[in-house]
């Protein structure tokens, strides 16, 4: 039984989420004050943390770029939750670490599904062989990253959107396949979420980046070549 963490000042809300997790079989622990939380976790860390942005004794960013700058937490599940709607809180908060990001109100079966789809992802690391694209290398057993040699930082769902490009060098994945193997089959949400991933990747990237390819109106793609055709512009797009 996974347990997951809910920090939250919301008394209702935090109600909501404990009653609707504890129904689909998973165990939390509730808390109003990061105080508390962080008390929590030194004692023992959880396998998802659901975050609230706006909480009384400590900003919920600073948190999460806590919990981030902990080699023990680093690579703990993060879903913020928090009623900021505007489209740079979102992106905030994904480039802090936060692997999804949830909207309030929300329903209850969203959220069981950002949950599900988020801990599908979580399970142990299988020992596999290194993926390379150009300067780009991909560890799977540690799940680390290295761009022309520098160790790279990758949240979770940067690393399993990389990977997912990497392993298909050369094909257009459409934005709906990319979403669903990211994401899940029962994500819902904007878009803009993917696009926010692929410009974080190119940006840790450095110089690499470029091997990340917009295909115009499609999707995107991983490419060896560093001079390609312009985006949008494919041999295959061409009439």
């Known amino acids: 039984m996974s347990l997951i963490y809910i920090l939250e000042d919301d008394a209702n809300i935090r109600e909501i989420e404990s009653f609707a997790l504890k129904n689909s079989g998973y165990k ?19 396998a998802l943390i659901l975050l609230d942005i706006m909480l009384p004794d400590e900003d919920g960013i600073d948190v999460l770029k806590k919990l981030r700058s902990d080699a023990a937490t680093k690579h703990l599940p993060i879903i913020l939750v928090t009623a900021k709607t505007a489209e740079i809180d979102k992106v905030k908060g994904l480039d802090s670490g936060a692997d999804d990001y949830i909207t309030k109100p929300f329903g209850v079966m969203e959220l069981i599904s950002r949950v599900k789809a988020l801990l599908r992802r979580t399970s142990p690391p299988t020992p596999d062989t290194s993926l390379t694209l150009s300067g780009i290398t991909l560890h799977p057993a540690s799940r680390s990253c290295e761009a022309a040699g520098i160790p790279v930082e990758l949240t979770y769902k940067e690393y399993e959107l990389l990977s997912l490009l990497i392993r298909n060098a050369g094909i257009v994945l459409t934005r ?23 410009k974080t990747l190119r940006r840790k990237l450095g110089d ?12 995107y793609l991983a490419e060896e070549k560093n001079s390609p055709a312009e985006e949008g512009e494919h041999p295959w797009q061409k009439k």
């Open 208 to 219: 690499e980046g470029i091997h990340i390819k917009t295909v115009r109106n499609v999707g």
């Open 28 to 46: 939390t622990e509730d808390f109003a004050h990061a105080a508390g939380f962080w008390k929590a976790v030194r004692k023992k860390i959880p």
């Open 176 to 198: 709906d396949v990319l979403m669903e193997n990211v994401w899940g089959t029962d994500f819902i949400g904007e878009s803009r979420t993917l696009d926010v991933h692929i």
